[in-house]
C-alpha cells in the first residue's frame, strides 16, 4: 500500500524525545511537500542536538513549550494552520513514574487533553462536522503496549485486548488512549491510535535499558539488571516503529488502534548478555568480559512480567512489517552509542 500523506503542517510533540527525533528527520524526508512544527518542553528527555540534521531545513519549525499551555498550543495551530498531529510527548520512565507520579499525570493526560481540545477547536465546526479545509486533518496517538499490564508466559497483545495498566505510568498513558477514544465518538474527531513495543536504537536517553548497558560496560561499571533478569520484552527498531506510525497517520481507519511490535521477544538478561559479547568483540577489554559487570539489583515495583505484540493488523491492513531483527538492530544501535560515548 503506497503512503500518501495529504497534510500540509503537521505538529509533531515531543520531536527532541528518542523516537520524535528519529521520525522528524524520517518524515521529512519521505514527505517533500509537508512542514512540520516540532513542539517540545526540552525536559531532561528532550535533546535538540538529536535534529542537528534537520536544524536548518525550511521546512522544519521548532517551538518550545508545554503541551500543557492551552494558549501556545491553540496559537501554533493558528499560525502555522496545523492540519495534523503526531503526539509523542510523554513522560515514559517507569522508575520515576513510580518515584514522582506527579508529572506523568500532568502531561501525558492533562497534556493530551489540551492538544485533543485545540484540534477540536480548529478543524470542526460542530460535531462530526469538520471545517472547510480540515476533512482530512488527523490526530494520531502514540501509545505504549504498557497499558495491556503484564502477560505470562504465553500469548500476545492485540488491540482487542482489555487494558490492565500497573504502574502510573501505563496508567496515565492508558488514561490519555480513552480521551483520544473519546474524541472521536463524541465529536467525530479524525483520530488513530498506536500502541508499541519496547524501542531500541539510536538516541535514547541514557536513563533506559539498552543505553543504560553499553554506557555501565563501556565506563566500567557495573551493569545492574533488575531481580533476576527474566522479565521479558517484544524489542523495536526505532526506525521500523518510524515506518509503522507514517502509515498508520496516513493509511489507518479513523477511530482504529494499531499495535506494532518488533516480534523480537528476549529477557533482560539476554539482552545484557548479548550486548556484553558484541562488545567484547568490537572494544574488548584488556582482560575479561563485559559481561562480568552484570549485577542483579532489587526488582522494579509492580514489575511487569512479559510484554509482546501480535502486529498482525497493521502488517495484514496497512503492510508494515519490521525490517530489522534484534541482531542487526543491536548492532546498527551499540555502533551509534559508542561514537557517542567517545566523543563525548
Given at each position: 500500500?503506497?503512503?500518501?500523506?495529504?497534510?500540509?503542517?503537521?505538529?509533531?510533540?515531543?520531536?527532541?524525545?528518542?523516537?520524535?527525533?528519529?521520525?522528524?528527520?524520517?518524515?521529512?524526508?519521505?514527505?517533500?511537500?509537508?512542514?512540520?512544527?516540532?513542539?517540545?518542553?526540552?525536559?531532561?528527555?528532550?535533546?535538540?542536538?538529536?535534529?542537528?540534521?534537520?536544524?536548518?531545513?525550511?521546512?522544519?519549525?521548532?517551538?518550545?513549550?508545554?503541551i500543557?499551555?492551552?494558549?501556545?498550543?491553540?496559537?501554533?495551530?493558528?499560525?502555522?494552520?496545523?492540519?495534523?498531529?503526531?503526539?509523542?510527548?510523554a513522560?515514559?520512565?517507569?522508575?520515576?513514574?513510580?518515584?514522582?507520579?506527579?508529572?506523568?499525570?500532568?502531561?501525558?493526560?492533562?497534556?493530551?487533553?489540551?492538544?485533543?481540545?485545540?484540534?477540536?477547536?480548529?478543524?470542526?465546526?460542530?460535531?462530526?462536522?469538520?471545517?472547510?479545509?480540515?476533512?482530512?486533518?488527523?490526530?494520531?496517538?502514540?501509545?505504549?503496549?504498557?497499558?495491556?499490564?503484564?502477560?505470562?508466559?504465553?500469548?500476545?497483545?492485540?488491540?482487542?485486548?482489555?487494558?490492565?495498566?500497573?504502574?502510573?505510568?501505563?496508567?496515565?498513558?492508558?488514561?490519555s488512549?480513552?480521551?483520544?477514544?473519546?474524541?472521536?465518538?463524541?465529536?467525530?474527531?479524525?483520530?488513530?491510535?498506536?500502541?508499541?513495543?519496547?524501542?531500541?536504537?539510536?538516541?535514547?536517553?541514557?536513563?533506559?535499558?539498552?543505553?543504560?548497558?553499553?554506557?555501565?560496560?563501556?565506563?566500567?561499571?557495573?551493569i545492574?539488571?533488575?531481580?533476576?533478569?527474566?522479565?521479558?520484552?517484544?524489542?523495536?527498531?526505532?526506525?521500523?516503529?518510524?515506518?509503522?506510525?507514517?502509515?498508520?497517520?496516513?493509511?489507518?481507519?479513523v477511530?482504529?488502534?494499531?499495535?506494532?511490535?518488533?516480534?523480537?521477544?528476549?529477557?533482560?538478561?539476554?539482552?545484557?548478555?548479548?550486548?556484553?559479547?558484541?562488545?567484547?568483540?568490537?572494544?574488548?577489554?584488556?582482560t575479561?568480559?563485559?559481561?562480568e559487570q552484570?549485577?542483579?539489583?532489587?526488582?522494579?515495583?509492580?514489575?511487569?512480567?512479559?510484554?509482546?505484540?501480535?502486529?498482525?493488523?497493521?502488517?495484514?491492513?496497512?503492510?508494515?512489517?519490521?525490517?530489522?531483527?534484534?541482531?542487526?538492530?543491536?548492532?546498527?544501535?551499540?555502533?551509534?552509542?559508542?561514537?557517542?560515548?567517545?566523543?563525548?
Amino acid at each position: 500500500m503506497g503512503i500518501e500523506i495529504t497534510n500540509q503542517c503537521v505538529l509533531v510533540t515531543g520531536g527532541a524525545g528518542f523516537i520524535g527525533s528519529n521520525f522528524i528527520p524520517y518524515f521529512l524526508e519521505k514527505n517533500p511537500n509537508v512542514q512540520v512544527v516540532n513542539l517540545d518542553k526540552l525536559t531532561y528527555a528532550g535533546n535538540l542536538q538529536n535534529l542537528n540534521e534537520i536544524a536548518q531545513n525550511n521546512r522544519y519549525h521548532f517551538a518550545e513549550g508545554d503541551i500543557c499551555d492551552r494558549v501556545l498550543v491553540e496559537a501554533l495551530f493558528k499560525k502555522y494552520h496545523i492540519d495534523g498531529v503526531i503526539h509523542f510527548a510523554a513522560e515514559s520512565h517507569v522508575d520515576n513514574s513510580i518515584a514522582s507520579p506527579d508529572n506523568f499525570i500532568k502531561t501525558n493526560i492533562e497534556g493530551t487533553f489540551v492538544l485533543l481540545e485545540a484540534a477540536k477547536k480548529s478543524w470542526m465546526e460542530s460535531p462530526n462536522n469538520p471545517k472547510q479545509g480540515f476533512k482530512k486533518a488527523r490526530f494520531h496517538h502514540i501509545s505504549t503496549d504498557e497499558v495491556y499490564g503484564s502477560l505470562g508466559s504465553e500469548g500476545f497483545f492485540t488491540e482487542q485486548t482489555a487494558y490492565a495498566p500497573n504502574s502510573p505510568y501505563s496508567a496515565s498513558k492508558a488514561s490519555s488512549d480513552f480521551l483520544v477514544r473519546s474524541y472521536y465518538h463524541t465529536y467525530g474527531l479524525n483520530v488513530v491510535t498506536s500502541n508499541c513495543s519496547n524501542n531500541y536504537g539510536p538516541k535514547q536517553h541514557d536513563e533506559k535499558l539498552i543505553p543504560t548497558i553499553i554506557r555501565k560496560a563501556l565506563d566500567a561499571h557495573q551493569i545492574p539488571i533488575y531481580g533476576d533478569g527474566s522479565n521479558v520484552r517484544d524489542w523495536l527498531y526505532v526506525l521500523d516503529h518510524c515506518r509503522g506510525i507514517e502509515l498508520v497517520f496516513a493509511n489507518g481507519k479513523v477511530g482504529e488502534t494499531y499495535a506494532i511490535g518488533g516480534n523480537n521477544e528476549h529477557n533482560n538478561l539476554f539482552i545484557a548478555q548479548k550486548i556484553c559479547s558484541l562488545l567484547d568483540r568490537l572494544q574488548p577489554k584488556q582482560t575479561g568480559s563485559y559481561s562480568e559487570q552484570i549485577t542483579f539489583v532489587n526488582d522494579r515495583l509492580g514489575h511487569d512480567y512479559r510484554y509482546a505484540i501480535d502486529a498482525s493488523k497493521i502488517e495484514n491492513e496497512l503492510g508494515w512489517k519490521a525490517d530489522e531483527n534484534f541482531d542487526t538492530g543491536i548492532a546498527k544501535t551499540i555502533a551509534w552509542y559508542i561514537h557517542k560515548y567517545q566523543t563525548a
